[in-house]
């Protein structure tokens, strides 16, 4: 990190970040005052559109505004205080774990968001670990402080214990519950009062000087000014400064306390994520690294999202740019393939929302619509032959067979299963005996989705039944021991929709004794999203 050359000004004003948290901590809501911040949205929560202000929300597809779930990660670009965010918001049901898994290999930090009630939760814990696997700089964001909460320090015992990370209140709480009244902001030494009258106003500031000040006096009601003097004072002796270079090497957070429902904390949120939050960083490649000031652009495909408007059957691929100035109308090499593509019409994001994009700078994430030559792990440069490497991809947990309600449209039901293993969404496996598409996801509610986006997309009635097989592991070796084993395995070969051959298990043992039988053959429960 230290001897790092300066980044021209446009890329080192980037800030590129994934919001994580359990479902219903409040990430969306939280999403949606960010927008507000940046001047994107002008009330939360509502869409109200007057021409140049187009106001947006998160969750685009049906299935999230019915279910009030986000269950696909989305793009968001716009400008606060002289940073450009580009803000990902990630799904935070479990049963989506693995699109906010390959998110994460697109940004530079993450939020976390915290509900002060719970604590640290078991879907937080699981994608904490991923960060911490990718070394990801974290600020953490404590909300609903307006609610009953539980005390502060247990709060961040809870966070350093769990997730075996240094944690610093950036701000701290005055009463809690009902007698919430706001913070006292440690790093710039003032006061910040909720106004509990309005949820879309700025909160108010009250500069003070230190906590002797007696401005503290007209503000704070005695009972709760006692209880939180003693409080700060532990606090600031117990715990650790902000020290920058811990937090960006992922083993310090600094932590906000705030009610993201009434506007309150987040700006000083997202102050932190603009003066403490990374410039674009390093991306790891095969055979070089790409650093984000290179002149020439490169970039990798993370996510694909297909059918994002319904009226156009089209698939867009989200690019996060790794370096260079990208402008529209460049011609990129597509690696995999070898072949130049024209990327004539990119888009930046606004939730749903899009607009064409001109130019896009190292950090910025843009999508490319296509017809499905860009798939996830996907590497777009200028001719040099790169490849972003840990793009991971799961072994799904849950298998079902689809049958198409139709046995006249088997064709069709083919061709839109295929459009969702490309968009990652679900693994897709061919048996090589029998007939039929076994359907591997990560969690029971992808099914419901599946079903209900391929009936509303394609207009095909489709039913997912029981399958014999528990899960599925990718076969690795040689050519001819690959062959010899799908040979003798005929009934539990399968092929993805990449052509590669998986191995169908019903127990433990079928993977047991393949480790026996076969030695020269290896099973495996990930593979990378590259060719």
Not at 142 to 169: G, H, W, Y
Not at 185 to 195: E, P, T
Not at 438 to 455: D, K, P, T, W, Y
Not at 484 to 504: E, M, P, R
Request: a negative charge.
């Amino acid at each position: 990190m230290t001897n790092r050359p300066q980044l021209p000004p446009e890329i080192a004003r980037r800030r590129t970040f994934a919001i994580i948290s359990h479902p219903d901590a409040g990430k969306t809501t939280l999403t949606e005052k960010f927008l507000l911040y940046g001047g994107a949205i002008q009330m939360a929560g509502q869409v109200r559109a007057k021409g140049e202000a187009r106001r947006t929300r998160s969750d685009f597809m049906q299935m999230e505004k019915d279910r009030g779930i986000s269950v696909s990660a989305s793009a968001m670009s716009f400008d606060f205080d002289g940073y450009r965010f580009n803000l990902v918001d990630t799904p935070g049901h479990s049963d989506f774990s693995e699109d906010t898994y390959r998110t994460l290999t697109a940004v530079d930090a993450a939020v976390m968001v915290i509900d002060g009630a719970k604590g640290v939760e078991s879907q937080t814990q699981k994608l904490f670990e991923v960060c911490r696997l990718r070394d990801l700089p974290i600020l953490t964001f404590c909300n609903k402080m307006d609610r009953e909460s539980r005390d502060t320090f247990e709060i961040i015992d809870e966070i350093q214990e769990n997730l075996a990370i240094d944690v610093t209140p950036a701000s701290w709480p005055i009463g809690k519950g009902r007698d919430f009244i706001g913070t006292y902001d440690i790093l710039n030494d003032r006061l910040d009062l909720m106004d509990r009258a309005d949820r879309n106003k700025v909160a108010q500031s009250v500069r003070i000087s230190g906590l002797s000040d007696p401005k503290l006096r007209e503000h704070i009601p005695a009972d709760l000014l006692g209880t939180f003097l003693e409080e700060i004072e532990m606090a600031q002796e117990l715990m650790p400064k902000l020290d920058h270079d811990a937090m960006l090497a992922g083993t310090m957070t600094p932590i906000w306390f705030g009610s993201a429902i009434n506007s309150f904390g987040v700006k000083e949120l997202m102050d932190g994520i603009g003066n403490f939050g990374p410039e674009p960083q390093v991306q790891k490649a095969e055979p070089r690294q790409i650093a984000p000031e290179e002149e020439t652009v490169t970039g990798f495909v993370f996510k694909v999202q297909a059918n994002m408007d319904p009226k156009h059957r089209d698939r867009v691929a989200f690019v996060r740019m790794a370096s260079g100035h990208f402008e529209r109308g460049m011609k990129l090499t597509h690696v995999r393939s070898k072949k130049q593509m024209a990327v004539t019409n990119p888009v930046m994001f606004l939730a749903a929302d899009r607009e064409l994009a001109e130019e896009a700078w190292a950090g910025d994430i843009i999508g490319i619509p296509n017809h499905g030559q860009l798939r996830i792990g996907d590497t777009l440069t200028e001719g040099e032959n790169l490849k972003v490497t840990g793009i991971p991809s799961f072994a799904p947990e849950l298998l079902q067979t689809a049958r198409a309600g139709d046995p006249m449209k088997a064709k069709h039901l083919e061709k839109a299963l295929m459009q969702f293993a490309e968009e990652g969404a679900a693994k897709v496996f061919k048996p090589t005996f029998g007939s039929g598409f076994i359907v591997g996801v990560v969690g029971a509610l992808q099914f419901e989705v599946l079903a209900s986006r391929i009936e509303m997309e394609y207009g095909l009635p489709v039913r997912f039944e029981g399958s014999q097989f528990t899960s599925a592991r990718w076969v690795h070796g040689k050519k001819e021991a690959v062959d010899k084993f799908a040979a003798a395995n005929k009934q539990h070969i399968a092929l993805d929709n990449d052509g590669d051959t998986v191995f169908l298990t019903r127990l433990q043992w079928d993977i047991d004794r393949v480790g026996r039988d076969y030695p020269d053959i290896t099973l495996s429960a990930t593979k990378e999203m590259m060719v």
